[in-house]
């Protein structure tokens, strides 16, 4: 397909979108589809049958604000439709040219004032499966304008200046990245695409992937030239099925238009990117246990360097990048690095995708620039705690990652402003917990999930995480001691000095973190023997003295 | 070197030229282990000996290395599933919002505990690491299909109603 081929697409989708007065656009994302939006769509579209009007309905990808499911946008006049129904179906296509049903407005608009959409820009405008919506807007304009107008260096170039750095949570730099394995010799070369969203709480890879499969591709077909690859991998959690099969559409549809496949554009560049599925461990999410699950081994880290850059899949070079990274590079592309390095931060530009969710209002995906104010993101967007509950404390970077007390609210996102405080950005879940949580449970949850994913390769880790594991499972049971609090520090940082891979380093910060700002309920658990949330399970000394003594 | 020739498949069994197809399409080569693991798993609803066996033989990989990658990865099962199965996410969010007490009512419902079946073969009770539906937190997949904003009332009801289905 060429440029002109291209806009004629665009222009032929614009045409036909244009042949009807309103669209409505209904989210078939997966908190959507657990609360009947196929039964919804279905009678929408009888209803739209019936009414003799020129509606169309769309299916899209997640809007957002997923605790107000099912969601519908009635377009052009961009009504927002909340908690709607079946049932509501024929109340919404009567009410198409007339003032809206006022019983299922929403009204969000606080919710989304605040937020930056790029990542997530066709989100809700688009059908997922169909190439078109894609194309219709700028899809694949990005990689074209790349491969007919650009360099293999200009793109890089504009990557570099873009200051766009890896969504996956590491934060490396992009540009650097794509730079090394451009360098690289070797004939063959990989880009991967790590989708192994690993990290509890967090979904905004899966809406990506569901909602605009295309912009990963492209992404990844941007890099490819970039870098001089032909062939790509998508890694995949199984527990994504949705996942699976939008990409799996998409890649078809893609070759089918020859957006992938050999010379494309005209151009001698061929790619062609093919699906792995991930078998459920989170140590794959670390790029050279992924790379091993890739080659059909078990998901052993090993050690860097070499890095995959240079000594990657099957040995050869290989770039690998977050899901929401390559999401990124079509509008960089199209836009320009200067237009990304606006937003945001000093050292973090562009935006973050994150997805909110625990004791708030309203919990689902947000996309908002670097630099934003947590406070912003969970008071303003998120709408605070609900049922009159104190917010007690912000989880972000996933096991990872660290829990953020209220006196910190007022702080900026950024890479480097979370880990100051003993976190991480991670790959975007924001989990808020209040006065119902604890603390040191929320520890030994983390813990028991690192020790669980432990690969068990190096010591530090593999045994590290289960003695932190019994030590937080004796304080939490009230039969902690002091001495054991110390012990539990000193082990958090050897596991964190000596671990080989990701996992190791960081299983620790959750513990840390929580030690660090919730000192006194750990004091609690170990001298007073209660827990102040009530979540753990201590037996007063008392009633056991006088069940003994029966 | 004489030419390889693929092991004969195990029955005739039509399922096993699904998991032959998925072979034949990545060339027998040996990074398809977890691919054709996934295909047997889909199709058999788990992996035993028999499966494995037959699957290290035809990409030529040792039957420890074949082992080792189905008992690494949570998501590949060495035992028949229940005829229903009750999956219930253990994630942040799903944690924070209590999937510890829908879990803990499950198990004493069923009497079996996580990554169990119960005796009669009826249900299974698992629990996930997370399915990405974490804004309905908490959240239960029955049969597959997602269930947000789970309460243990109704969860314990689906299961009264799979005992006897």
Redesign the interface.
Known sequence: MTIEELEQVAKSVCQENDKYDFEVNVCMD??C???GADRLRDALEKAAGASGKNILVRRTGCMGP??SGPLVRVDPEEHLYHHVKADNADAIVASLGGPPVPELQCDLNDHFDRQVRVVLENAGHIDPEKIDDYIGRDGYKALLTALTEMTPNGVIHRITESGLRGRGGGGYPTGLKWGTVAKASGELKYVVCNGD???????MD?SVMEGDPHRVIEGMAIAAYAVGASKGFIYVR???PVAVSRLTTAIREARRRGLLGNGICNTPFNFDVEI???????VCGEETALLA???????TPRPRPPYPAVSGL?GKPTLINNVETFANIAPIVRNGGKWFANMGSERSKGTKVF?????IAN???VEVPMGIKLREIIEVIGGGVPDGHQFKAV?TG?PSGGCIPAEMLDLGVSYDALMAVGSIMGSG?M?V?DDT?CMVN?AK??VE?CMT?S?GKCIPCRAGTAQMFTLLTRICDGKGTMDDLDLLISLCETIKETSLCGLGMTAPNPVLSTIKYFRNEYIEHIVHKRCPAGVCNIEAPAAVSAEVLA | MPAFTPPPLPSDDKRWKIVNGTMRKNGFA??????T??TVQSAFGYLDDDSIRFVALS?R?PLS?AY??VT?????SLKPPGKHTMTIC????C???GADKLIAAAEKRLGVARGQTTSDGQISLMT??????????P?VLCDG????EMAAEPMLEQLERWAVE
């Open positions: 997966l908190a589809m657990s609360q997923c605790s969203e690993g990290d509890p709480g967090a979904f899966r199984a527990e994504y792995r599925l991930g078998a459920g461990a989170f699950s890739i080659e059909g081994k078990r998901g099957f997805a909110l969710t625990g004791k919990t689902g995906l989880q996933g879940g989990i917990m949580s929320v949850f983390f999930f994913e690969c | 040996r990074h398809a282990l977890i691919e693991l996934h990409l990989v290395q080792g990658v690494f990865y949570h998501y590949f253990a994630g942040t969010a944690y924070i919002k996930a690491r997370c399915v990405g539906a974490c804004s309905r937190a959240v299909a997602v269930a947000g």
